[in-house]
């Protein structure tokens, strides 16, 4: 439940905190989980959930409501500095199978 702002300020703590202590922290090691919620809005129970943890914060800014606003974040978070992503969907999607295709189609090319 970060941005890819929040998520980069966090990545270069741990790695500051890290250099501090003698220690190195891989640059591959860092990732996020990313609830998508394609053709849609953020469903009102992850919307409630988000607001409880992050008061103030925008659901919508955290969960991409397609997959073309999911691919942008996840090149967001790649220019932070993530490296690994955790794709799921923001609810039980009516077909899973779907989901997995699309999945594949939209976000599988962005792998290296």
């Known amino acids: ?5 929040e998520a980069r300020a966090a ?10 202590a003698g220690r190195e922290v891989e640059t591959d090691h860092f990732g996020i989980s990313l609830a998508v919620a394609p053709g849609g809005g953020v ?7 988000i607001r409880q943890r992050r008061p103030g914060s925008d659901p919508a800014a955290l969960v991409p409501a397609s997959w073309a ?7 967001q ?3 932070a500095g993530l490296s690994k992503f955790v794709v799921r969907p ?3 999607p009516a077909s899973l199978d779907d ?4 999945f594949a189609r939209e976000l599988m090319p962005l792998q290296t």
């Open 77 to 79: 978070y790649i220019s």
């Open 90 to 92: 923001a609810a039980p």
């Open 1 to 5: 439940m970060l941005t890819p702002d």
């Open 69 to 75: 606003a999911a691919r942008q974040a996840i090149e």
């Open 99 to 102: 989901f997995l295709s699309d």
């Open 43 to 49: 469903p009102a129970d992850l919307a409630t959930a």
């Open 11 to 20: 990545r270069e703590t741990i790695q500051a905190a890290a250099s501090a």
